[in-house]
């Protein structure tokens, strides 16, 4: 069946560093793939999403692209603010009309 | 618009015990779902609607009901509640079953069952 990978962390960064939080998935087919965010005491939050391979979503300064050759979708940021303090979590639709997640990862970003 | 509103936030049960988690959507959505998040577990469906009158179950079922009466609302219901049903509860809706759309979360309801 449809799966996600991604890093559990905790990740712990300074302010501005850049981050990458890994994640690869496993599907039959060509799947959408997902980033969510959820900030603390939150529910879930669409980050930024791609439908097709090659495809790069990116929405706040955070970009992720679609590769099928490797079947990744890694999170990125150039310059992390404290404020991205949250857990990240991947996700992928392969038509069956379940969103399957990935176990998250918790960001902390000092000041 | 309101998006999804879940209640209540917090709840406690005894062991037994029954009650409903509320969820209501105010766009139009067909695509209506629970997810429990635990630690290290990330998010896990517990059942799904794909529009009214229609539900089906996810990956961890057992121990909760589920009825779609309207497109609207789609209630989760714990008939005797367990200590391994303590979780954080979401639900979850879409315009389709996810394709190209995201979801919209509710904010959750923390439940303790002691």
């Known amino acids: 069946g449809n799966s996600v990978t991604q890093m559990e962390g905790p990740v712990t960064l300074s302010e501005e560093a850049f981050l990458t939080i890994n994640c690869t998935y496993t599907?039959?087919?060509?799947?959408?793939l997902f980033w969510y965010v959820q900030y603390p005491g939150e529910g879930l939050q669409l980050l930024l999403k791609a439908t097709k391979a090659d495809d790069k979503g990116s929405n706040k300064g955070f970009e992720a692209t679609y590769r099928k050759e490797t079947t990744s979708f890694h999170l990125e940021k150039g310059s992390v603010q404290v404020s991205d303090s949250a857990v990240y979590f991947c996700?992928?639709?392969?038509?069956?009309?379940?969103?399957?997640f990935g176990k998250g990862t918790k960001l902390t970003v000092n000041p | 618009n309101a998006g999804v509103t879940q209640t209540p936030k917090f709840q406690v049960l005894k062991t037994g015990q029954s009650m409903t988690l509320q969820c209501a959507q105010d766009?139009?959505?067909?695509?209506m779902s629970w997810y429990r998040q635990d630690p290290g577990m990330g998010l896990r469906l517990i059942h799904y609607s794909v529009g009214a009158g229609i539900t089906d179950q996810g990956e961890v079922p057992n121990g909760y009901n589920v009825s779609r009466s309207t497109t609207e609302d789609f209630p989760l219901r714990l008939l005797s509640a367990a200590p391994s049903q303590t979780s954080v509860y979401f639900c979850?809706?879409?315009?389709?079953?996810?394709?190209?759309?995201?979801?919209?979360f509710g904010s959750g309801t923390r439940l303790t069952v002691v």
């Open positions: 996700a992928l639709w392969g038509g069956s009309e379940k969103l399957v």
């Open positions: 599907a039959t087919g060509y799947p959408s």
């Open positions: 979850a809706s879409s315009y389709s079953g996810g394709s190209n759309y995201g979801y919209t």
């Open positions: 766009m139009n959505h067909e695509y």
